[in-house]
């Protein structure tokens, strides 16, 4: 199994849909992440948690909320998603001293 | 605050030559510096690592990086690409600290022309 598993894989979902992505992770990490990608703009850091009572948000959250049910899990929703969300979401886990990453295989969301 | 400049979105290489690309950070403390590698439908994947040890960083598959303080560069190369190379790069930093963040570059598409 992965160590940072997403689901759903793809989604396409119509404007004005509320849709929630899924996160968890079998490292023990503390640290959980959400982030897009977009062509040309790289990765941009939606939110962030440190751990279960942690919630920060990121550069992009306008549009965004999350949950952090258990230290392995960290849902990311869109409470009414419009076509500009369309994007490549990742899911990614770090330890504390924050020595890299591990990345989820991403959810490929298309709003149309 | 940390930021990272990746010069060059696409870069095209002949199979064994040298791959060069490229990364420019700035960090107002001492950077931890990251390069990543994204396969086609794939997640991004850790190649190599700067944590304020050696200068020069070795990675999986050949790649090695150079952290260059008075440049402040760290570049990744390959001295011979391979097909299976062709990729998109993400050169990223952090600082490494209680509420480190990383910041990632707009990335590189690497081809490998046979």
């Known amino acids: 199994d992965a160590d940072v598993t997403q689901t759903p894989r793809n989604r396409i979902t119509k404007t004005g849909k509320r849709i929630m992505l899924e996160c968890s992770q079998t490292?023990?990490?503390?640290?959980m992440y959400w982030y897009r990608q977009d062509p040309g703009l790289g990765l941009r850091l939606i939110y962030y948690?440190?751990?279960?009572?942690?919630?920060n948000k990121g550069e992009i959250s306008d549009g965004y909320s999350v949950s952090r049910q258990a230290q392995a899990k960290f849902s990311l929703s869109l409470e009414s998603a419009i076509p500009n969300q369309t994007a490549l979401y990742f899911c990614?886990?770090?330890?504390?001293?924050?020595?890299?990453?591990?990345f989820g295989s991403g959810t490929r969301l298309t709003v149309v | 605050a940390q930021s990272v400049t990746q010069l060059g979105s696409h870069v095209s290489v002949s199979e064994g030559a040298l791959v060069l690309l490229r990364c420019n950070y700035s960090?107002?403390?001492?950077?931890?510096l990251f390069w990543y590698v994204q396969y086609p439908n794939q997640g991004l994947q850790l190649l190599l690592k700067?944590?304020?040890?050696?200068?020069l960083v070795k990675g999986i598959n050949g790649f090695e990086a150079e952290f260059k303080k008075s440049e402040t560069s760290f570049h990744l190369t390959k001295p011979s690409a391979h097909m299976s190379d062709a990729a998109e790069y993400f050169c990223?930093?952090?600082?490494?600290?209680?509420?480190?963040?990383?910041?990632f570059g707009t990335g590189t598409s690497l081809t490998v022309i046979p």
């Open positions: 990614a886990t770090s330890d504390f001293e924050g020595y890299g990453y591990t």
């Open positions: 490292k023990g990490h503390d640290r």
């Open positions: 948690s440190f751990d279960v009572k942690d919630i």
């Open positions: 960090s107002s403390v001492p950077p931890y």
């Open positions: 700067y944590t304020s040890a050696a200068t």
């Open positions: 990223a930093v952090s600082d490494g600290g209680l509420g480190n963040q990383f910041y």
